[in-house]
Structures are given as C-alpha cells and as structure tokens.
C-alpha cells in the first residue's frame, strides 16, 4: 500500500456535537478521537476496515529537538520514519459512532514525569475504496485551543481521500524572538502553497484571529504572488484578526502557485506578563481545514523595599524609574512604552504597604532600576539595580514570583543638627528662649550697678 506522508496539522476541535462518541476522561489522560474522510460500505466486513494504531515517540521527538529541529521540522522527520520512531502502544479497528461516523478513540496519557508525551498515529490497513492510505499523524501534547486550554479530546482527520499533493499552509513569526514589549509590533507571515488540483475547489477561507492582547495594524495587511501584490479578494477585518476569501476564479489562477500573507500586530497595554499570547491561522477548502499558530509572550519583574538590617522590614513610599542599558528612560505614551533621555514624565513605581512594587509589559533582557525618592528616614541609594525579564520573573502558574529585594541604609540622626522640621524648630526656639533670658538677665545687672 503507497502512502504520501506530509505534515498535518491538528485541527483542535473541542469535543462538543460528538460528545456521544467521548468516554470520562482524567487531567492525566487525553483521547484522540482519529475520523476517516468517508462512512464504509455496508458490504464491508470489520477486518476490511481500516484500523489504526498509535506508537509513543516522545524519546525521538526530544532527542530531534536537542539537534535543533522545530517541533514543526520534527513531525514531519517523524512522520516520515514511520513506526520505526518509536515503541507500539495499541491498535485499534475503526468503528461507526451513533452519528454514522467511523472513529477509533484512543485512551493515552498525556504527559509522564511532567514532560509531554509525543504519539505517532499509523493507518495499519486502510478502506479498499480509499484513493490512498492516510498520512502518519505526529501529536504533541498537550494541545491547546484558541483560549489556550489544554484539549482532552483531539479529533485528527488523516484525509483517507487526500491527493498526494496536499497543500502546505505555514505560519511564523518574522522575527526570530518571541518576547515583546507593550506597543511593539509583531511581524507575523503566512505561506499557502496550494497544488495543482486545487482549481476545483469553488473558494477557500483563510482566518486569522488573536486573543484580545493584540491588536490589528489593518493598513500592514499585504497579500502576495510570485511578487504580484493581489487586490482583488474579499477581505474582512477587526480589532484582533481577519479573513480572506478566495473565490473559485482565484483557485484556478493561484493553482500550483504559493501565496504570502504579511501583517502585523501590536501588543496592547493590558497585556501580561508571563501569560500565552496566541494568534491562530485556520485555512479552510471544502470540508479540510488547517491550523496553525503562534504563541509570543510579555516580560516583567517583582520587587520589594527592604531594610538592610537583619529583620528587612518593609518599607512604603520608595520611588523608583526604569532605565535600559542606553541609560534611557521608560515612558508610556498612547499604549506604547518608549525610551527616552530625559526622566521628566518618565514612568515612576511606588512601594506599597508590603514594600512591594512591580513592571509588567517589558520583553526580556536585562534593565536598570534607579531610585528617585528614598522612603523617610533612610538614605537614597545612589546606584542603579541591575534586573533581569526572563520567563517565569513576573508570574509563575498565574502567581506572583519571588520578588527582588531592594535595600535601604537609615540616615544617621545627629543631636546638633535634628532631621526633621519639628525637631530644628524647637531646638531654634530654645535658643531664641535662652538668648533673650540672658539679655534680659545682663540688663537688670546693669540697672543695679547704675
């Protein structure tokens, strides 16, 4: 039996219409629910219909990641090895649900040791009036939705009746780092190469959409063709995505050709930080549809007012700014943070109560923190703190990380020369006292002596 092997991507369908065909399910588990693309025959009997089975490659896929493949790269060496990549798990015969369709569902878990497991799903015998057999499937768990939550049932459709020429729809980021500050734009590209057989299709969507911590720059939209910028498509766009349609008289001109899509987005303000920020591509043509996405996140830190005594009390009212490594200050203006000589207007944090004070929205790297206003009583200090944005420094799980602690010295309190207002004032009017006291004294001597 020939089979064509390409990279599939999963089409991550929460289980909702199909829930008859899903058992309980455990945090621990997930179940891949595998469809083929048609109902078998009547006249089939069960060992003439198509059966599959799965195999653990998750030592494969990691020792491949080492080497420096993408997890996309990876599947498709996977795919390609076939069952060799890995140990034999269990098979299954495809069986006709209550909605008349065929599945097999697999039970399998969905990490071991905290590390994500990695499944290789191989058709074993295939329906006889299939064009081809299917592809192998390679998922990486865990797989999340557009909301980014885990899925604990993944439907895979191995297109029983797919072309050998299947089209190939990526998505990237253009810029190779995935952190970012809160303003910056995001240069995102998609590639469809569609085959030749695509001419027979009648239209083809492609969508984009983000979750709400990124915002559409519309006017960077572009669509391309072998270098010809094309117009004439039915474009739909809003705040946090878009789509395109191709009709049927495009399909037939764009047959055999690759097209790019380029736009950008911006991150917003109330984004934050240490949270997936997703933006997902669905390509949809006749009854196949194709997902992909990306994931970028935002950066920031924790800190707490200490003493520098044994206790480290906390201490409220610091005042503090942020520099980069140009000595430039932060500053916001119109939802977007910029960098700047001058400290005039320039973000300022302030230590609350518990001594703590935090920035979010910063992509990683290292910075500077440079105190502007020392709590009462203590000295200023006259350095910069150096601080590092990396994964996890702002929030681990959704909770606050472990803040950095910044240290003050109390300034030293003389008798002579009193600290505060109150205290000069009322050294000065004891003086003032004891000055006209002996003027008063000195001249009712000089009266007695006249």
Request: aromatic content about 10%.
């Amino acid at each position: 039996m020939t089979k064509y092997y390409w990279f599939l991507l999963l089409l991550p369908f929460l289980l909702v219409g199909g829930a008859k065909t899903c058992i309980a399910q455990t945090q621990e588990m997930v179940q891949l629910i595998v469809h083929t693309t048609q109902p078998s025959s009547d006249k089939q009997t069960e060992s003439h219909k198509a059966s599959f089975a799965v195999y653990d490659v998750t030592k494969s896929f990691y020792q491949l990641r080492k080497k420096g493949f993408t997890v996309e790269e990876t599947q498709q060496i996977i795919a390609r090895q076939g069952t060799s990549a890995g140990s034999f798990l269990m098979e299954k015969l495809v069986k006709s649900n209550n909605d008349g369709e065929d599945v097999a569902i697999f039970d399998l878990r969905e990490s071991t040791n905290q590390i994500g497991n990695v499944y290789l799903v191989n058709e074993t015998t295939h329906i006889a009036d299939a064009f081809v057999g299917s592809q192998n499937v390679v998922v990486v768990l865990p797989l999340y939705d557009s909301y980014d939550h885990p899925q604990k049932a993944i439907h895979l459709y191995p297109k029983m009746n797919q072309e050998p020429s299947a089209i190939v729809f990526e998505k990237k980021l253009v810029e190779e780092k995935n952190t970012y500050s809160i303003g910056e734009k995001i240069y995102y590209q998609l590639d469809i190469q569609f085959p030749n057989g695509i001419a027979t299709e009648e239209t083809c969507v492609v969508t984009d959409s983000a979750t709400k911590e990124l915002e559409l720059l519309t006017e960077s939209l572009k669509v391309h063709s072998e270098e010809k910028h094309l117009e004439n498509l039915t474009f739909h766009s809003h705040s946090q995505g878009f789509s395109i349609a191709f009709n049927g008289q495009d399909l037939q001109d764009l047959a055999g050709k690759t097209v790019r899509i380029n736009y950008q987005m911006r991150l917003r303000q109330d984004a934050i930080a240490d949270q997936s920020i997703i933006n997902q591509a669905t390509l949809d043509i006749g009854t196949a549809s194709l997902s992909r996405s990306t994931r970028i996140r935002t950066g920031g830190k924790w800190f707490q007012k200490v003493t520098t005594d044994k206790e480290q009390q906390v201490l409220e009212d610091a005042m503090f700014m942020i520099k980069n490594q140009q000595e430039e200050y932060l500053h916001l203006k119109d939802g977007k943070y910029c960098w700047k000589k001058r400290a005039r207007d320039a973000i300022t944090l302030t230590s609350d109560r518990n001594g703590l004070f935090s920035i979010n929205g910063l992509a990683d790297g290292e910075y500077l923190l440079e105190e502007i206003k020392a709590p009462k009583g203590y000295k200023r200090n006259p350095y910069a703190v150096s601080f590092v944005v990396k994964s996890m420094s702002y929030a681990i799980n959704g909770q606050p990380s472990e803040p950095l602690k910044i240290t003050n010295q109390k300034q030293e309190t003389s008798f002579l020369f009193p600290k505060t207002t109150d205290e000069k004032i009322s050294v000065g009017m004891i003086g003032g006292i004891s000055i006209i006291g002996s003027f008063i004294i000195y001249q009712k001597n000089r009266s007695k002596e006249e």
